[in-house]
């Protein structure tokens, strides 16, 4: 697979996102492979920690136009997708190891999701998350509306999954969304050194913790994510997101 690259540095295992040309945007190998790396990571024997990280200039633009616009007539695509974001979300929840994202540039959508449902999230000076989802007619039911008022509260949940603001690196850090800024040409190494600091820790103890921890998350995934979820589908082939689609569609052409 190479949209999504993961290498084993001693017990630390980083996966990349790889696709820097296209920001990083959910490719179908990369989607598929976010669904499965989790588990794939679990049953790696010599792994103690993660760090999820993009390539490029940016940690992940989210989805894709060309996915967009075959979701809104494909049913079997469409239901396709919408299992595969309930496995990407599921699965880093329950990975046992402790996942250090290393936002290293945009983190919207999908990508947004990724780096919030991280353990520990360090973020670049000049990088930024936001969940554009309503934006272009959608439910942010991929991780947005089901983890960021558990981070933030429901009010500036609201506001920040409304709006569709970008949050920057300092914002990221006062609200709770990310641990703390990292200068961009240092990010990834405190991120691996983070890690194997994590790795070195009494294996059973930190991923009991995790487990404990994520209680709260776990409460919420059928009571908040999966009607989320079934309501992100269902916008996914509705006409408000089909015309934001033709309009950024429209607006490429002009370029």
Not at 83 to 109: K, M, S, Y
Not at 157 to 175: C, M
């Amino acid at each position: 697979m190479t949209d999504l690259v993961v290498t084993a540095v001693g017990p630390v295992r980083l996966v990349e996102l790889n696709r820097p040309e296209q920001r990083n945007a959910m490719s179908d190998e990369l989607h598929t492979g976010l669904a499965s790396v989790w588990d794939e990571v679990a049953a790696d024997p010599a792994a103690r920690a993660v760090v999820l990280t993009g390539r490029g200039r940016a940690f992940s633009a989210g989805g894709n136009i060309d996915a967009m616009t075959r979701v809104q007539r494909d049913t079997v695509y469409r239901e396709r997708q919408v299992d595969e974001a309930r496995r990407i979300i599921t699965g880093l929840i329950r990975c046992p190891l402790p996942v250090v994202a290393a936002v290293n540039g945009p983190a919207v959508g999908l990508g947004c999701s990724l780096a919030l449902l991280s353990d520990l999230v360090l973020i670049a000076d000049d990088a930024y998350v936001a969940d554009p989802h309503v934006q272009v007619g959608l439910v942010a039911g991929d991780g947005g509306a089901f983890v960021l008022p558990l981070l933030v509260g429901a009010t500036r949940a609201k506001e920040l999954l409304f709006l569709g603001d970008r949050v920057g690196a300092e914002d990221a850090v006062r609200l709770g969304i990310a641990n703390r800024v990292a200068p961009k040409d240092k990010l990834l190494d405190e991120a691996m050194e983070l890690a194997a600091r994590l790795a070195a820790l009494p294996a059973q103890a930190l991923r009991e913790t995790k487990r404990a921890v994520n209680r709260h998350l776990e409460q919420a995934l059928d009571t908040v994510m999966e009607p989320a979820l079934m309501a992100e589908r269902d916008t996914m082939h509705g006409p408000e997101h089909i015309a934001a689609v033709e309009r950024i569609i429209a607006s490429r052409g002009r370029r």
